[in-house]
């Protein structure tokens, strides 16, 4: 497998199924045009071509640099006409080739991170560690689940230093551990340590996975000694907190709780909207308010899938030439919701419904027909309905009634609501985005 052909089978890890079918698949690599500054890849036509080179071309680009610490810049030709070349791509000119960097993605910044009430102080804490480094929290340690932004900060922190010509190294922990170990095996280890112990900032990803890495522990735990002696900043991410890391050393335990822990919650439903008004915009896509609340509502809270199913509806919309309404999003991502569904349970809507309204569970199910009950009782329907995979009469049967026409009625007097009460729409949305939040939680 050649370079191009690495670089394309590693995007088709951090796109959709769609994308990858109806656009990357098409491409091919030309391995004898290619250098090491310059990669061409052939195209079947121009539209494909140009959708390519308007969204893919910093990941092709950041792709390429992971494999051989070479960005370089990409040519979309068409077909086998060589002379038909796209312009080349000069977005990363040489004003930053005086710095050092890693694998940086130079679109991840701060100002194109969302802040909500979610992520405010990780925002704010990655924010004062870029401006003061190595003086106000070192090291920061950056956790939460998968998706919510923790990256994108990390990045943001090392775009900023870029800016200033500043040696950044970004590594995952996997890249380091495969550094560590092919530099262990070639007697390298000087280079090895040259690399990791001479920058400025070292930014660590998934930091998780160095668990019951011995070896790598060690090694990792005098790299970080030598920079925080130095005064350099080091900034970590994980999706827990370090003393919920099995198997990670004592000493490197407290190094990581010496600075500044700083979580990144699930964003709320304001949020989430923002964010996608915010890639929409990015993107040069048209979505109504209709939609962003229909995909911030039922996608949960992971931010890289929400901003799939944004580029997914774009290339279906492209490709089939039809406007993006409603009834198509519903349509283009049912399959994703329906594996969503399957992870809910009633009891969970139940749960949280009545944590959220201080309702009993066990009045939502009994026959009481106080107006907070009954309201309640009606959202649960709704959202059992709406969210999980089962029928009118199973769900009947899990409220103690009748038979499916009760759930009929519920789900008809619910949506008369929805039309009538906007304050009632706003507390439903708000209700089905905490489901669908936490269910994604227990599934991390």
């Keep these: 497998m050649n370079i191009g052909q690495k670089v394309l089978f590693e995007l088709k890890k951090e796109i959709t199924e769609v994308e990858y079918e109806r656009y990357i698949k098409n491409l091919t690599y030309d391995t004898k045009r290619s250098r090491s500054n ?35 810049e990409i040519e979309i030709t068409v077909g086998k006409q060589k002379d038909q070349r796209s312009t080349p791509v000069t977005k990363h000119t040489s004003e930053k080739s005086h710095s050092k960097s890693t694998y940086l993605n130079p679109s991840l910044t701060f100002e194109s991170f969302i802040v909500g009430d979610s992520n405010q102080f990780a925002y704010t804490t990655a924010k004062s560690v870029a401006e003061k ?3 106000l929290y070192n090291p920061l340690f950056l956790y939460g689940g998968v998706g919510l932004g923790k990256t994108h900060l990390l990045q943001a922190i090392g775009n900023y230093h870029i800016d200033l010509g500043k040696t950044v190294i970004y590594t995952t922990l996997e890249q380091f551990m495969n550094s560590f170990t092919s530099h262990l095996r070639s007697q390298t280890m000087d280079r090895f340590r040259e690399k990791f112990r001479e920058c400025d900032l070292l930014l660590i990803d998934d930091i998780q996975f160095l668990s019951r890495k011995e070896q790598t522990q060690e090694e990792f ?47 709320g439903l304001e949020t989430k909207i923002a964010i996608i008004q915010k890639k929409c915009e990015l993107d040069g896509i048209s979505l109504d308010n209709e939609i962003v609340n229909y995909i911030a509502t039922h996608m949960g809270d992971n931010i890289r899938e929400i901003e799939g199913t944004i580029i997914k509806l774009n290339a279906l919309s492209s490709m089939l030439n039809q406007e993006i309404t409603l009834d198509f999003a519903q349509n283009a ?46 959202i649960a329907i709704y959202l059992a309905r ?3 995979p089962n029928s009118m009469p199973q769900i009947a049967v899990y409220f103690g009634m009748k038979d499916h026409t009760a759930i009929s009625h519920a789900m008809k007097k619910i949506n008369e609501l929805i039309e009538s009460d906007e304050n009632f729409k706003v507390i439903l949305e708000e209700l ?13």
Excluded: C
Aim: avoid cysteine; hydrophobic fraction near 35%; proline fraction near 5%.
């Design 386 to 388: 709406n969210l999980t």
């Design 38 to 72: 310059i990669a061409y890849f052939n195209a079947p036509n121009m539209i494909i071509a140009k959708w390519i080179k308007s969204k893919y071309t910093d990941k092709l680009m950041h792709l390429f640099e992971l494999q051989n610490e070479v960005k370089p």
């Design 432 to 444: 089905s985005n905490k489901v669908n939040t936490h269910t994604q939680s227990n599934d991390i």
């Design 221 to 267: 735990f005098h790299t970080f000694n030598e920079l925080y002696n130095n005064n350099k900043q080091i900034v970590i991410t994980s999706d827990r907190q370090p003393n919920k890391i099995a198997g990670l050393v004592d000493r490197l335990r407290t190094r990581f709780e010496m600075g500044l822990l700083a979580d990144i919650q699930p964003p």
């Design 133 to 135: 480094p190595g003086k």
């Design 333 to 378: 991502i049912k399959d994703q919701l329906k594996e969503k569904k399957e992870n809910i349970t009633i009891d969970e809507i139940v749960k949280i419904i009545s944590k959220e309204l201080n309702i009993k569970p066990s009045d939502m199910k009994s026959k009481k027909r106080t107006k907070n009950v009954v309201n309640a009782r009606r």
